[in-house]
Each structure stands twice: as structure tokens, then as C-alpha cells.
């Protein structure tokens, strides 16, 4: 028998390293092999790394050595374009003038290498990590649609199989966007809980890190090593950070799963409500409580972080809009840096004013709740290039409907995963979205993991051309 290695998520390919029946350099060898087949076409990564395979070598060399220094020992990720990398140019996603990143290393990838792994290469983003469709990128599901965004080449490359998880960054659902339209799994932690210093800003009050990856139990074990406290970020907390990993697996029998109506239901594509539906009525048999709840003042929400993104990225960029750098960005991202100049101060006042309406209502919604439970999207991926949508026949912008059902979550500051949870008509994947009280992840991973648990669809491989799987046989191949 043999087992696809590229189809293997990092917690089964660690184990394999460890235990010296898988070679780090076989696995980057065979990712790379991967990614120069595939991503020509899918345009998920705008720089491969020169020297994975060297450092591939060492990994394996430590190995022998029996010096294991963490448990991602060996494992390629991929980062995403807007955290800066020691040995990989940082470009935001712009050819705009002006701009300089240097180079080192982020505060959450100086975590993931000292925990052994290995940056295999810069997944594009959406300039600036403001927009939702991250060109040239492609749906893995489907060439001629969209992967989501900001952080789209993170999600093509992990539905692709090029990467067994990818970094992204999430400021209004940016990591459960392009989780939810290329059917993987995109965890945003609570507001600080991972350091954010050098991560190129998008909106400081808003930005969160996290990871895409092929399974939860990936997401809680990347948590594990991402989170902690950094001085480097004011905003990162310096709270206990619990093994994720290891309180994954126990029953979700009796908690309570809140199902928020409003706002969050009733203006979905058919496929989507039903996928979710079933979601719901598959977690009631493993025994959880469905509780329905009401949040108010939600349909405000999306003015008030809408004023709150736009300012903040105008301030980040006030030097390119005074120096007129900013004809050098794309149309769509030109125009958001520029009208931000428009928000008022009293703009401002009432959206933080909103804000902290919502994060009330929010935290008396959790005291009769553990999680909260919605679809990720109201839609799946659009064709690119589209310019409206009309998901239940009001047409809207699609930066408006991808968005819809995240950025709560960015405004409140909480918690949220979205998980594949079927397929739609056309067979496009569709995300069911979890959220939980700040600095609960525990929580959030463990109903994701037991949904996922029944629920096998992120297995299931988008219909690429050129696909030539590399294969560990039986017996292993030993370092």
C-alpha cells in the first residue's frame, strides 16, 4: 500500500519525520516538483524559496544527529507576501514606488523556524492586503474563478496540495475568505493572541495573523507554536497560551452552539444555507445544544469597520498619497487608500462607538453559548472579473457580500474558524464559520475538530491537470 504524502496534513507528516520513515528533502523535493507542475497555471506563490531544499538537508542531517528541534522539524509553509522574511524579498503584493520591506523575519516565522520549520516560499496577497480576489491567483477548484482574499495565494496553494498549510493575514476575513472558497481550513485567533510585528499593516485595530492549513488539528498545532506574547506588538496580550493540540478530541456533548439568525441567515445562496443546516443538525446528533440567539445592530456593522479599514490604511499610506506613490498601486486598492481620506473624525467616533456596542451584545451572547455557529460565506467562488453579485437577488458588490459574515468578528476582536462543510451544485466548496469568546480557541478548534471529525471534505482533491502525486512506499524511506 501506498499513501500520498502531498495529500497528508502536517500533524501525520511530522509523525512520519520523526519516526525517520519520511525525508524532509523527499518532502520539499516532492512539493517543489508540485509547485513547478501546477503553479505556472495557479499563480499561488510570487517567490519560491532558493533554498528549502538546503535547508531540507540540514533537517534531515539534525535527524540523524537525533536532534529534532520542534515539532514542525521539516515541514515546508508557505508565507504569505506581507510578512517580511529574512531570506525572501517582501513585496505586499505591489509594484508601487516608495516601498522598502526589509529583510527578517516576522515575528510569528522567526516562531515557526525555531519550531523546525521550513519557509518554502511567499504566497501572493491582494495588494496590500486590501481587496478579496488576490489576482492573478486561481480557484484550484475552478481556473476561472476567484481564491479569495487578501491572503488567496496561501488558500490556492493549500487546496493545490503545493504546501501542507500557508500563513495568512485577516482584517475583515481575510484567512476565511480564501479558507472557505478553496475548501481548507483559515483560522483567526482573538486580537492579540499572535504577534503581528512585521506583518506590513493594513489597519492596526483589525489585523490578526493566523494560518491556513489542510486540517484543524494543523490549525491548533501551528496556534501552539504561532501564539504567545511579543512586546514587539502592543497589541499582542501576554495570556497562557494552552496545548490546542492536545484538548482536541474530547466530546462536544452538551455544549451549547449558538445559531444567530439575524444577519447571519435568510440572504445565503441555497447551496450554502443547506450545507450549514445540515452542519447544524449533524453536531445536535453528537450531542450539542442548538440555541437560537438574536445579536443586534449587526447590519451596521459593516459601515462602521468599513470607516474604520479605510482610515487606517490611509494613515499607513499617507506618505505615498502626499508623494502621489499611490497612482502606482492597482485601480481598486488606489481608491480605497484615497477615499480613507474622506472618513471623518465623528466617522470614526460612531464606528468605535458601534464597535463596542457589538462587542457588549457579543459577550452576553456567550454567556448562554460556547460557540457561535454561521456559514463562512453567503456565497461560493464568482467568476473573475465580476463586478456584482446577487446571491438572493439583491445585487451587491462582491467585495460587500464576501465579507459579510467575517468582519464581525474582526470588529469584535473574537475568535472564528471557518471549515469546509460541502460542496455546491457546481462543485465548489463551500466554509461553515465558528466563533468563540476572545482567547477561547480551545474552544472554537475543539467543535471544528468534531465536526470536521464526521465530515471528511477537506480530503477531497480539486481536479487539477498534471498531477503526479509523490508517494512514500511501505516500508518507508528512511534518513
Not at 208 to 222: C, I, K, M, Q, Y
Not at 439 to 445: G, I, K, N, Q, R
Request: glycine share 10%.
Amino acid at each position: 500500500m501506498k499513501t500520498a504524502i502531498l495529500d497528508m496534513d502536517i500533524v501525520g507528516l511530522a509523525g512520519l519525520i520523526r519516526s525517520r520513515k519520511l525525508s524532509p528533502v523527499t518532502l520539499v523535493e516532492a512539493l517543489l516538483d508540485r509547485i513547478a507542475a501546477i503553479d505556472p497555471e495557479l499563480q499561488s506563490f510570487i517567490h519560491v524559496s532558493g533554498t528549502a531544499l538546503k535547508q531540507a538537508g540540514k533537517a534531515e542531517e539534525m535527524l540523524r544527529q537525533g536532534k529534532a528541534i520542534g515539532p514542525l522539524h521539516g515541514i515546508p509553509i508557505a508565507i504569505k507576501d506581507n510578512y517580511l522574511t529574512r531570506d525572501m524579498p517582501t513585496t505586499a503584493g505591489t509594484t508601487a514606488p516608495g516601498y522598502d520591506f526589509p529583510l527578517r523575519d516576522a515575528s510569528a516565522v522567526k516562531r515557526l523556524r525555531d519550531a523546525g520549520a521550513i519557509p518554502i516560499g511567499k504566497t501572493r496577497t491582494h495588494e496590500f492586503a486590501w481587496g478579496n480576489i488576490t489576482p492573478p491567483t486561481k480557484n484550484p477548484w475552478d481556473f476561472g474563478r476567484i481564491p479569495g482574499g487578501s491572503s488567496g495565494g496561501s488558500g490556492a496553494a493549500v487546496a493545490a496540495r503545493l504546501c501542507p498549510a500557508g500563513l495568512g493575514s485577516d482584517t475583515g476575513g481575510s484567512i476565511r475568505i480564501p479558507a472557505s472558497l478553496c475548501g481548507v481550513v483559515g483560522l483567526k485567533p482573538t486580537f492579540g493572541r499572535i504577534s503581528r510585528d512585521g506583518i506590513v499593516p493594513h489597519s492596526w485595530s483589525l489585523d490578526h495573523a493566523g494560518p491556513l492549513t489542510r486540517s484543524v488539528r494543523d490549525a491548533a498545532l501551528l496556534l501552539n507554536v504561532m501564539a504567545g506574547y511579543d512586546p514587539n506588538d502592543t497589541a499582542c496580550q501576554d495570556r497562557p497560551v494552552p496545548d490546542y493540540l492536545a484538548l482536541l478530541g474530547q466530546p462536544i456533548a452538551g455544549m451549547k452552539i449558538g445559531v444567530c439568525r439575524n444577519h447571519f441567515f435568510g440572504a445565503n445562496e441555497p447551496d450554502v444555507e443547506s450545507a450549514v443546516e445540515r452542519a447544524i443538525g449533524e453536531l445536535a446528533r453528537l450531542g450539542a445544544q442548538i440555541v437560537e440567539l438574536r445579536i443586534d445592530h449587526l447590519e451596521y456593522g459593516l459601515g462602521a469597520i468599513f470607516a474604520i479599514e479605510l482610515a487606517s490604511s490611509s494613515a499607513y499610506h499617507d506618505q505615498a498619497l502626499q508623494s502621489g506613490a499611490t497612482a502606482g498601486m492597482t485601480d481598486d486598492v488606489r481608491t480605497l487608500v484615497e477615499i480613507g481620506r474622506m472618513v471623518s473624525a465623528s466617522d470614526m467616533i460612531k464606528a468605535e462607538q458601534l464597535r463596542a456596542v457589538l462587542m457588549q451584545n457579543f459577550f452576553k451572547a456567550f454567556e448562554k453559548v460556547d460557540v457561535i455557529l454561521t456559514p463562512a460565506l453567503p456565497l461560493t467562488a464568482w467568476e473573475a472579473g465580476q463586478t456584482e453579485i446577487d446571491v438572493t437577488s439583491r445585487k451587491e458588490s462582491p467585495l460587500e457580500a464576501s465579507w459579510r459574515l467575517t468582519y464581525p468578528f474582526n470588529l469584535t476582536g473574537m475568535p472564528a474558524i471557518s471549515v469546509p462543510c460541502g460542496f455546491d451544485r457546481r462543485d465548489l466548496p463551500i466554509g461553515l464559520q465558528l466563533a468563540a469568546k476572545p482567547f477561547d480557541e480551545a474552544t472554537l478548534l475543539r467543535v471544528a475538530h468534531a465536526y470536521e471529525a464526521i465530515n471528511r471534505w477537506g480530503d477531497r482533491m480539486p481536479p487539477l491537470r498534471k498531477i503526479d502525486r509523490a508517494v512514500l512506499p511501505a516500508g518507508a524511506e528512511h534518513v
